[in-house]
C-alpha cells in the first residue's frame, strides 16, 4: 500500500491503466473481491497504491503496474541480429522499436539464420529470470528437416545427446508435417544454449533446414507477421511473471 508521501494512485485507475478493464469494471473487480495488493485482497475503492511498488493481482494473476512498462512480441525476420543496435549497420532487432523513447532490450536470443518470437521488454527482473536456467521457461520451434527420419530419433534427443559444451536433451519432439522429403517437426527445450537446437539436430545427423520459436513460455507466435510486433495483453504478462514465480 502507499503513504501520503508516495506517489500514490487509485487502485482502479492503475488496474485501467494496466489494461485490466474500464475503470468501472475494475471497480467492480475490486468489490468483488477479486484484486489482491501486497497479498492481501483490497475491496475499498478509495485505496491507494504506488504503481511502481505495489505487488498487485486479479484472480491470483500479476498485474503489470509500472508506469511506462513494455512488453512486445517481435517476429524476427531471417538475417536480423538478436541486438538492438550494430556499429557495422547490419539489420538488427533495434530497427523494429525505433522511434520508442524506452530503453528497451530483447529476452534472450535467436540466432541470425533463426526466426520467429523474441520478446521486447523494459522490465529488467522478468527478463533476467525468464532466461535463467534456473527457471527451465520452455522454448517451443518449428524445425524443418529433410526425411526419411528414424523414429529413434525423438528417442535419442529425449534421452540426450552430447555436445562440445556437454549434454543436451529436449523435453518433446514430435513429427507435425510432412511434404514430399521434408518433414516438420515441433521441438521443446528449456535451454538457451548458443544454437542449442542445430546442434543437438546435428548431433543426430539431421541438420536445420530452417528453424523458427514459435512460442516462449505462455506467450505464443499465432498469427503475427515477419517483421512486426504486438503488444503482450496483461494475461499474457501475468502469465510470464507466474512462469517465473514473480
Avoid: W
Avoid at 484484486?35 to 504503481?51: A, L, Q, S
Avoid at 549434454?167 to 514430435?174: E, I, M, R
Avoid at 507435425?176 to 542445430?198: F, P, S, W, Y
Avoid at 541438420?207 to 512460442?215: D, E, G, N, Y
Wanted: charged letters at 25%.
Amino acid at each position: 500500500m502507499a503513504g501520503e508521501g508516495d506517489e500514490a494512485v487509485r487502485l482502479q485507475k492503475v488496474l485501467a491503466a494496466a489494461g485490466v478493464g474500464s475503470r468501472r469494471a475494475c471497480e467492480e473487480l475490486i468489490a468483488a473481491g477479486r484484486v489482491e495488493v501486497d497479498g492481501r485482497i483490497v475491496r475499498e475503492m478509495g485505496t491507494r497504491v504506488d504503481p511502481r511498488r505495489a505487488v498487485v493481482r486479479v484472480d491470483g494473476v500479476r498485474v503489470a503496474t509500472a508506469p511506462a512498462s513494455v512488453y512486445l512480441a517481435l517476429n524476427k525476420p531471417v538475417g536480423v541480429l538478436s541486438t538492438m543496435s550494430d556499429d557495422r549497420g547490419r539489420p538488427c532487432v533495434g530497427d523494429y522499436v525505433v522511434g520508442r523513447s524506452e530503453r528497451l532490450f530483447h529476452v534472450g536470443r535467436l540466432d541470425a539464420d533463426t526466426e520467429g518470437l523474441l520478446l521486447l521488454t523494459n522490465d529488467g527482473e522478468l527478463a533476467h529470470r525468464l532466461v535463467h536456467p534456473s527457471y527451465e521457461v520452455p522454448k517451443t520451434y518449428l524445425v524443418e528437416l529433410i526425411g526419411p527420419l528414424p523414429r529413434d530419433v525423438g528417442a535419442q534427443l529425449r534421452a540426450g545427446v552430447e555436445l562440445d559444451d556437454g549434454p543436451a536433451s529436449v523435453d518433446s519432439f514430435k513429427v507435425v508435417g510432412r511434404t514430399d522429403n521434408r518433414l516438420a517437426v515441433e521441438l521443446i527445450v528449456h535451454e538457451g544454449r548458443n544454437r542449442l537446437v542445430r546442434r543437438m539436430m546435428d548431433a543426430v545427423g539431421y541438420p536445420v533446414q530452417r528453424l523458427a520459436r514459435v512460442r516462449m513460455g505462455p506467450v505464443e507466435l499465432g498469427q503475427l507477421r515477419t517483421g512486426r510486433t504486438r503488444v503482450l495483453s496483461p494475461s499474457e504478462v501475468g502469465a510470464l511473471y507466474a512462469a517465473v514465480g514473480l
